[in-house]
C-alpha cells in the first residue's frame, strides 16, 4: 500500500470529507436522500442556515430538470427533504418559489447540536486517518532503508575497468570476474572500485580475493572515496573561481573604458551614447518606454560594449586631442589659419556624399557596401567633429582610408 501524502490528506479535510458517519449514511433509506445530505454538510459546513438553488442541486444529485418531469423531480427532492428531516439530519427546510421551480431555491435550517455531532465525527475519523498516515509512513520508510541497494547497470566493460586496477595475482584468478561482478550489484561502482585501488596498493598478497572480500565489508576503502570527492570539489572550486576572476577582469577592463568615456568632453559623449542608443534601439526593433528605461538601467555596460567592439573611437579622441593641443600650441597663427575645420553637419554629409560620387564617376565602377563604408567614415571622424576638431584634410584622408 502506498502512503497516503500530507497534501491528500489535508484535501481531505479542507474539503470536508471527513464528516461523514457509514452508519448514518447507510441508514438513510433514499439514495437521493443520501446524496443530497452528503452535498448538504458539504456546502454548509458549520452554517446552521443554507440557501441553495433548487436547479443546482437537482443538475448535482442529479436528477431530470427536463418540462414535463419536473414536477415529479420536485416532489422526488421533496421527499428526499423529508427523511432527512424525520431522521433529524436536518431541523427543517422551506421551498421558495416566485416564478418558476427552476428558478427557485430551497431553504434548510440546522440546529447547534447539528455541529457537534459534526465535529465529534470529524475529529475522530481525523484522528484515525493521522494513524494510518503515520503508522504507514514509517513501514514505508522501514522497508525502504532495509530494501536500499545501489542502482547500477554491470556490463562487461565496467567489470573488466574494476579488475584492470587490481594487481596482477588477483587478474589471474578464474573467481575474480563474478567476484567483482556480485559485488559491483551489492556495494555500487564507486566502492568497488575504490576497494581495487586500495587492494593494488598491498603488498605480499597471499589471497587477494578474500583481501578483496574484507576491503569491502570493512569499509577500509572509505578514505579513497572521500579523497576524490573532495578533488571534484576542489575543481569545481577551483573553476569557479576561475570564472570569478575572468568576471573580474571583464568588470575592470569596463570600468576602464567608462573612465576613458567619462574623460571626453560633454558633447562627444553625448554623440557617443547617441550611437549606442541607436544600435540599441535597431537591435530591440521597437522604441517604447520599456526599451528607454532598459536603457538607462544598463547604459554603462551598453556603453562600454560599444567603446570594446570600436576601439578606433578612443584612439581617435586621442589622436584629435593631440591634434588640437598641436594647433593651439606649437603651430603660429598662419598654419591655423590655413586649416579648414568642418563644423557644419549639413556640409559634412555633403561634402562626403560629393567626394564619394566623384570617385565612382572617374573610376567608372559602383561601390559594393556603400551605406556601411559611409557608417564608418562618419564613426571615424564623429569624435573629431563633435569636439569640432575635424579638419577638410583629415576628413579626406578617413575617406580615402576606407574606399582603398
Same mark, same amino acid.
Given at each position: 500500500?502506498?502512503?497516503?501524502?500530507?497534501?491528500?490528506?489535508?484535501?481531505?479535510?479542507?474539503?470536508?470529507?471527513?464528516?461523514?458517519?457509514?452508519?448514518?449514511?447507510?441508514?438513510?433509506?433514499?439514495?437521493?436522500?443520501?446524496?443530497?445530505?452528503?452535498?448538504?454538510?458539504?456546502?454548509?459546513?458549520?452554517?446552521?442556515?443554507?440557501?441553495?438553488?433548487?436547479?443546482?442541486?437537482?443538475?448535482?444529485?442529479?436528477?431530470?430538470?427536463?418540462?414535463?418531469?419536473?414536477?415529479?423531480?420536485?416532489?422526488?427532492?421533496?421527499?428526499?427533504?423529508?427523511?432527512?428531516?424525520?431522521?433529524?439530519?436536518?431541523?427543517?427546510?422551506?421551498?421558495?418559489?416566485?416564478?418558476?421551480?427552476?428558478?427557485?431555491?430551497?431553504?434548510?435550517?440546522?440546529?447547534?447540536?447539528?455541529?457537534?455531532?459534526?465535529?465529534?465525527?470529524?475529529?475522530?475519523?481525523?484522528?484515525?486517518?493521522?494513524?494510518?498516515?503515520?503508522?504507514?509512513?514509517?513501514?514505508?520508510?522501514?522497508?525502504?532503508?532495509?530494501?536500499?541497494?545501489?542502482?547500477?547497470?554491470?556490463?562487461?566493460?565496467?567489470?573488466?575497468?574494476?579488475?584492470?586496477?587490481?594487481?596482477? !595475482?588477483?587478474?589471474?584468478?578464474? =573467481?575474480?570476474? $563474478?567476484?567483482?561482478? +556480485?559485488? /559491483?550489484? %551489492?556495494?555500487?561502482?564507486?566502492?568497488?572500485?575504490?576497494?581495487?585501488?586500495?587492494?593494488?596498493?598491498?603488498?605480499?598478497?597471499?589471497?587477494?580475493?578474500?583481501?578483496?572480500?574484507?576491503?569491502?565489508?570493512?569499509?577500509?576503502?572509505?578514505?579513497?572515496?572521500?579523497?576524490?570527492?573532495?578533488?571534484?570539489?576542489?575543481?569545481?572550486?577551483?573553476?569557479?573561481?576561475?570564472?570569478?576572476?575572468?568576471?573580474?577582469?571583464?568588470?575592470?577592463?569596463?570600468?576602464?573604458?567608462?573612465?576613458?568615456?567619462?574623460?571626453?568632453?560633454?558633447?562627444?559623449?553625448?554623440?557617443?551614447?547617441?550611437?549606442?542608443?541607436?544600435?540599441?534601439?535597431?537591435?530591440?526593433?521597437?522604441?517604447?518606454?520599456?526599451? !528607454?528605461?532598459?536603457?538607462?538601467? =544598463?547604459?554603462? $555596460?551598453?556603453?562600454? +560594449?560599444? /567603446?570594446? %567592439?570600436?576601439?578606433?573611437?578612443?584612439?581617435?579622441?586621442?589622436?584629435?586631442?593631440?591634434?588640437?593641443?598641436?594647433?593651439?600650441?606649437?603651430?603660429?597663427?598662419?598654419?591655423?589659419?590655413?586649416?579648414?575645420?568642418?563644423?557644419?553637419?549639413?556640409?559634412?554629409?555633403?561634402?562626403?556624399?560629393?567626394?564619394?560620387?566623384?570617385?565612382?564617376?572617374?573610376?567608372?565602377?559602383?561601390?559594393?557596401?556603400?551605406?556601411?563604408?559611409?557608417?564608418?567614415?562618419?564613426?571615424?571622424?564623429?569624435?573629431?567633429?563633435?569636439?569640432?576638431?575635424?579638419?577638410?584634410?583629415?576628413?579626406?584622408?578617413?575617406?580615402?582610408?576606407?574606399?582603398?
Amino acid at each position: 500500500m502506498e502512503i497516503i501524502s500530507k497534501s491528500y490528506l489535508s484535501l481531505l479535510v479542507k474539503r470536508g470529507y471527513l464528516v461523514y458517519d457509514s452508519n448514518i449514511l447507510l441508514d438513510i433509506h433514499s439514495s437521493i436522500a443520501r446524496t443530497l445530505y452528503m452535498l448538504l454538510e458539504k456546502i454548509r459546513f458549520d452554517e446552521l442556515y443554507v440557501r441553495e438553488s433548487i436547479f443546482a442541486l437537482i443538475k448535482k444529485i442529479p436528477l431530470k430538470y427536463e418540462k414535463k418531469s419536473l414536477p415529479v423531480t420536485i416532489k422526488t427532492l421533496e421527499k428526499a427533504f423529508n427523511e432527512l428531516k424525520s431522521r433529524k439530519l436536518i431541523k427543517g427546510f422551506n421551498f421558495l418559489k416566485e416564478t418558476t421551480w427552476l428558478e427557485a431555491d430551497v431553504e434548510v435550517y440546522y440546529d447547534e447540536n447539528h455541529n457537534v455531532l459534526k465535529k465529534e465525527r470529524f475529529e475522530e475519523d481525523n484522528n484515525e486517518l493521522k494513524n494510518i498516515y503515520n503508522s504507514l509512513a514509517i513501514s514505508y520508510t522501514e522497508k525502504n532503508v532495509k530494501e536500499f541497494k545501489p542502482k547500477i547497470i554491470v556490463n562487461d566493460e565496467i567489470i573488466n575497468e574494476i579488475i584492470q586496477i587490481m594487481p596482477e !595475482k588477483a587478474k589471474k584468478l578464474k =573467481s575474480i570476474y $563474478k567476484t567483482v561482478k +556480485d559485488n /559491483l550489484e %551489492k556495494y555500487g561502482y564507486e566502492k568497488v572500485k575504490a576497494a581495487s585501488v586500495y587492494l593494488a596498493g598491498q603488498k605480499k598478497l597471499t589471497s587477494p580475493r578474500a583481501y578483496f572480500l574484507k576491503i569491502l565489508e570493512n569499509n577500509w576503502a572509505d578514505d579513497i572515496i572521500e579523497t576524490k570527492s573532495m578533488t571534484k570539489q576542489n575543481t569545481l572550486l577551483s573553476t569557479l573561481e576561475t570564472k570569478d576572476s575572468i568576471n573580474e577582469k571583464n568588470q575592470e577592463y569596463r570600468d576602464f573604458l567608462f573612465s576613458e568615456f567619462e574623460k571626453f568632453p560633454i558633447d562627444v559623449q553625448n554623440g557617443i551614447e547617441s550611437y549606442v542608443y541607436v544600435e540599441y534601439i535597431n537591435l530591440c526593433g521597437m522604441e517604447t518606454k520599456i526599451q !528607454k528605461i532598459a536603457f538607462q538601467g =544598463s547604459r554603462k $555596460k551598453l556603453i562600454c +560594449d560599444y /567603446l570594446q %567592439k570600436h576601439p578606433e573611437i578612443l584612439s581617435s579622441t586621442e589622436n584629435n586631442l593631440i591634434e588640437k593641443k598641436q594647433f593651439t600650441e606649437p603651430f603660429g597663427e598662419d598654419k591655423k589659419e590655413n586649416l579648414i575645420f568642418l563644423t557644419d553637419k549639413e556640409k559634412l554629409k555633403n561634402y562626403i556624399n560629393e567626394y564619394i560620387t566623384l570617385y565612382e564617376e572617374l573610376v567608372d565602377t559602383k561601390i559594393e557596401s556603400l551605406e556601411e563604408i559611409k557608417k564608418k567614415i562618419i564613426l571615424d571622424c564623429m569624435t573629431s567633429f563633435l569636439s569640432k576638431t575635424l579638419t577638410l584634410e583629415k576628413l579626406e584622408e578617413i575617406i580615402r582610408k576606407h574606399l582603398m
